[in-house]
């Protein structure tokens, strides 16, 4: 074997060994602790030996110091905290949080209890084909759930906005 044979074949496997490497570390599911519950939908969950932030995507919660906020904080740590749970990642949002499914160990979806529950909205602008998550805030919208018990309701992103 020539030497520019043996440096090309050198250079592609460790070329492929660094990608398997890239995507094992990028990988779209992993099982942890929750460790924290920051807000309604927001959570850190043990994954390699650190906490990683995880934002509960289709869904917004109600903001710290809103109405219904503490409460939505409450039944997720109600429903996950210091429970093992798989993530299951679709991305990044822009503040560099794991955008992700949270499945606990029975297989109950934490994103969907939460509205189903009435914890939270489906958050149409993130997830506009989530049928089910359509089907759930319905539900919980109808049966008066949750935030759904209180006349008016100010979704988190409209309360956001008046805060700018």
Known sequence: MSTRL?????????TIITLAGLSYGLAAEFTGEVVSVLDGDTIEVLH????????????????????YGQKAKNAVADLAFRKEVTVKAHGHDKYKRTLADVVLADGTNVNHALVKDGWCWWYRKYAPRNRELERLEM?????????WLDPVQVPPWEWRKQRE
């Open 6 to 14: 043996f440096v090309c074949s050198l250079a592609v496997g460790l």
């Open 48 to 67: 390699n030996h650190h906490a990683e932030r995880i934002r509960l995507s289709g869904i917004d919660c109600p903001e710290k110091g809103q109405a």
């Open 139 to 147: 539900n919980a919208r109808a049966a008066k759930k949750g935030l």
